[in-house]
C-alpha cells in the first residue's frame, strides 16, 4: 500500500464496516486520521531509510492504515490495551504485520513507552487516544513521548482539543449529541448512541477534558518546540510538536 492509492479506497477490504460507521457518525474523526499520515508522510527521512512510528491506541486500524499509507520504509509499533479493538486491527491489518510493516503491544499507553529506548522513535503518532487519558496520567504519557523520540522527532496528535472558550464548546458539544440522536436513532441503534453519550460524559469530566491551551502548555512544559494547533474543526484539532535538535 502506498500514498498513491485513494484515502478511501483503502478501506473497502481492509477495515470497511468500521470505517462505514465511523464515517456516519464522526466523519471530523476520519478526517484527523487522514491527517495524522498525512503529516506521518511529510516528515524528513532520507530514502530507504525505515521511519519509525509508535502509535498510541491504535484501535480498530483506522488510524493505522493511515500511517501505513505514508511511505514504503516503515515501521509501526500499534499500542492499544483494548484486546477487543486490538484484535480486530490484527485481523484488518495482518498483510501489514506479516510484510514486518507492523507490529502491535498490548499494554496501555504509558507502561508501552516506559519500555521503549530512549531517542529510539522517529515520529509518535495518535488519533483521539490522548484525550480519553485523566489529565496526570496524559502528562506522564507527553513527557515519555518527548524521552522516546529521537532529536527532530515529532508527535502529532488528531484529537478532541476543547475549545478554551467553555459557552462555545458547550454550545459545539450540543450540536454533536444531536447528530448522534439524530443518525443513530433513525438506524435503531440506541446500545451504540448509549455508548457514544456515556463517553461522551467521560471526555467532557473535569479530570479528563484536554482544554487546546493548557494541552499545548503541557507539550511545551516536557520540552517540545515548534507547537503547532492547526485543522480546527469544531472540537478537533491537528497538534504537532517537535523534539529540538
Known sequence: MTSTAPYHAMFSGAIGKDYEMLKLLSPLAVEMSRL?????????KPPGQ?????????GTGITTLS???????????SIDNEPVMQNQAKQNLQVWQQQGKLAFCGDDALTA???????????????????NFPNTYRQQVIAEIFRVLVLGGLFVNGDRYALDD??????TTQAEVS?????????????????WIVHLFSD?????????????????AVGFTSI????????NALVTAHKPH
Open 67 to 77: 500511517i501505513l499509507a505514508a511511505r514504503e520504509a516503515l515501521h509501526v509499533l
Open 204 to 220: 467532557e469530566s473535569a479530570n479528563h477534558i484536554m482544554r487546546e491551551t493548557l494541552a499545548l502548555e503541557d507539550l511545551a
Open 113 to 131: 513507552l516506559q519500555a521503549l529506548p530512549s531517542a529510539s522513535v522517529d515520529v509518535v503518532a495518535s488519533a483521539y487516544t490522548l484525550h
Open 36 to 44: 495524522v499520515g498525512v503529516t506521518v508522510s511529510e516528515f524528513p
Open 166 to 171: 467553555v459557552d462555545l464548546h458547550t454550545r
Open 50 to 58: 525505515t521511519l519509525h512510528v509508535v502509535e498510541l491506541g491504535g
Open 228 to 235: 503547532c494547533l492547526s485543522q480546527r474543526c469544531q472540537v
Open 179 to 195: 447528530g448522534y440522536f439524530r443518525i443513530l436513532v433513525a438506524a435503531n441503534k440506541l446500545d451504540l448512541l448509549e455508548h
